[in-house]
């Protein structure tokens, strides 16, 4: 033990992106990137990890020098892995000829080792095999644990210890969920910390590679008109909103133990809730953000079971198609109380966000897929236009969306003056939408975060302590809606979701956008 940690501390940053790069060291010596996914067999892997590591690659993202390697226990070669990757792999970038060519390219460099997850002898047998495609290059591991949670810790483990690279860097990606609630979650990070520094963990959370949630920031912090207003003394409420149209369907097993707090709420929306309400931070350093997310975390007031409501759905009939029950899924036990939905208000303690509530709404088998935030702002002081000019202007407040999901788009409601020789006001949106705005098709958030792992930028990645101060948060909810056994309300497959949601908006005076 550990070649791992020896590989880390023998590489300095300015090293990092030539190596990245796959450009000479100092020394002469070519460098190389080996990516291991590991539990290439499974779902993840073909419909993300894959697809986006061939899209690096066509945009000449990936260094000059690298090899895709799938591990799982499955027995495939590595004709069977290509074929299988190959289905998965899109042209969206450019659908003529030369997208099946470089498509060839990247399979020819895709290669498969079968292993158990928990057997050392098996990685040495995919360290020789790396070896062998590294040619003597300064050699650079990525490892992608795409399986369960409960073999991460084996597979860290053997690794690690077998298949870390000997002279350059070695990090490892960690999907969620990390752990289900604060000890868990604890003990997962002591046990990764037992192979791994903290340096060559990427925790994982997809919504941070989201286009509109990495441009949340400069929004915010490039533009005049927005910072000034962003407090409580101009926003009344904040929603971060995640809805979609389809069930649990071939994931219930999973689900069942987690629910959606848990899947959605404890780090995609809070992950985004954290990057909107954070302090301007010293520098973009993936440090001095992620500080000011920790801080914004733990400035927030634990959840209560009186400020959230649950719902899970159930079957409904609509034009002759009868949609399944949560519990239809014969994965998941015919009495699980597990939530498909919930609504949350949050409240930040700090002199910014003092009493301003932060709505969430997360759900399962809803009427529509979306992921937005709106920023309500507060009503305009005095008078001057009110009741009389055809819109009430205590209720027609300013309103910014951030649509992150579909169709892309940033738009402020605002009042303005029909035009005519009257009086009258109309509500209209200032509306950027990427796909009017932008010919170029927005990156998967997988590309984006698999190139910053293997070019070692963890500003999108979470740190230990985000995950702790995360769950700290959800913790308590979690285990007193498990130990009180509380009853979701039931909701109909494909409709708004539970009707608890919206009296708890109106305890706040928050209508959902
Ligand atoms: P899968 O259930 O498809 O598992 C991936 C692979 O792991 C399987 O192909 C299988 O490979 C192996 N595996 C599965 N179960 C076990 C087991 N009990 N013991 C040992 N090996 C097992 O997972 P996904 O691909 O869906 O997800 C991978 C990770 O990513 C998980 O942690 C998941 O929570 C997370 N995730 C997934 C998302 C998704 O959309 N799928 C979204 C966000 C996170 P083999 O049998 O060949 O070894
Ligand atoms: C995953 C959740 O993290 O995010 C899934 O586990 C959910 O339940 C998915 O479906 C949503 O991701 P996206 O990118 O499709 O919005």
New binding site residues.
């Given amino acids: 033990f550990n070649k791992l940690k020896e590989g880390l501390l023998s590489v300095t940053s300015s090293e990092e992106s030539k190596e990245a790069a796959g450009v000479d060291d100092d020394n002469g010596n070519e460098s190389t990137v080996s990516i291991t996914v590991v539990?290439?067999?499974?779902?993840?892997?073909k419909?993300?990890i894959f697809p986006a590591l061939f899209a690096l690659y066509y945009e000449d993202c990936l260094p000059k020098h690298f090899t895709v390697y799938g591990y799982?226990?499955?027995k495939i070669t590595d004709a069977e892995l290509r074929n299988m990757v190959s289905k998965t792999l899109t042209c969206r970038i450019d659908k003529r000829e030369n997208c099946g060519k470089k498509m060839d390219q990247f399979l020819k460099r895709c290669f498969y080792h079968s292993g158990q997850?928990d057997s050392q002898q098996n990685f040495v047998d995919l360290d020789k095999k790396l070896k062998e495609h590294e040619a003597g290059r300064v050699s650079n591991r990525l490892f992608y644990?795409?399986?369960?949670?409960?073999?991460f810790i084996d597979a860290v483990r053997c690794a690690s210890m077998s298949a870390s690279s000997g002279n350059g860097w070695t990090r490892v990606i960690v999907?969620?969920?990390f752990g289900r609630d604060s000890e868990s979650s604890a003990a997962l990070t002591k046990a990764l910390k037992q192979y791994l520094e903290e340096e060559q963990i990427f925790r994982i959370d997809?919504y941070l590679g989201k286009e509109l949630v990495e441009n949340l920031s400069v929004l915010r912090f490039s533009n005049l008109i927005f910072e000034p207003l962003w407090s409580r003394q101009y926003i009344r409420n904040v929603q971060l909103i995640f809805s979609e149209d389809f069930g649990t369907e071939g994931?219930g097993g999973?689900f069942d133990n987690y629910g959606i707090i848990r899947d959605i709420m404890q780090n995609h929306l809070l992950q985004i809730l954290a990057l909107f309400a954070m302090e301007t931070p010293v520098s973009l350093d993936a440090e001095d953000i992620r500080n000011e997310k920790v801080k914004v975390l733990r400035s927030m007031r634990p959840l209560q079971l009186e400020n959230v409501a649950v719902g899970q759905y159930k079957s409904h009939t609509k034009g002759g198609v009868t949609y399944p029950a949560y519990t239809d899924d014969k994965t998941v036990p015919k009495d699980s109380l597990t939530p498909t939905f919930a609504a949350a208000a949050l409240f930040i303690d700090n002199a910014r966000w003092d009493d301003v509530p932060f709505l969430m709404k997360a759900g399962k088998a809803l009427h529509n897929k979306k992921a937005e935030i709106r920023v309500q702002f507060r009503h305009v002081p005095g008078n001057l236009y009110n009741r009389n000019f055809g819109i009430d202007l205590d209720r027609a407040t300013n309103e910014l969306v951030i649509r992150v999901q579909p169709d892309e788009a940033i738009y402020l409601k605002i009042n303005n003056k029909v035009p005519g020789l009257g009086m009258r006001l109309g509500r209209s949106n200032l509306n950027l939408h990427y796909a009017a705005r932008y010919s170029k098709e927005i990156p998967d958030a997988y590309e984006r975060l698999l190139l910053d792992a293997i070019e070692g930028e963890r500003r999108l990645f979470i740190r230990s302590d985000e995950l702790d101060a995360a769950w700290a948060l959800f913790t308590p909810l979690l285990k007193e809606l498990e130990e009180k056994k509380i009853i979701p309300e039931y909701y109909p497959y494909g409709s708004r979701g539970p009707v608890g949601a919206h009296y708890l908006a109106a305890r706040y005076n928050v209508r959902w956008g």
Avoid at 145 to 151: A, C, D, G
Wanted: charged share 25%.
């Fill in positions: 539990g290439a067999s499974g779902d993840l892997a419909r993300k799982a226990r499955s997850y644990l795409s399986i369960p949670p409960n073999i999907e969620k969920p997809h994931r999973y």
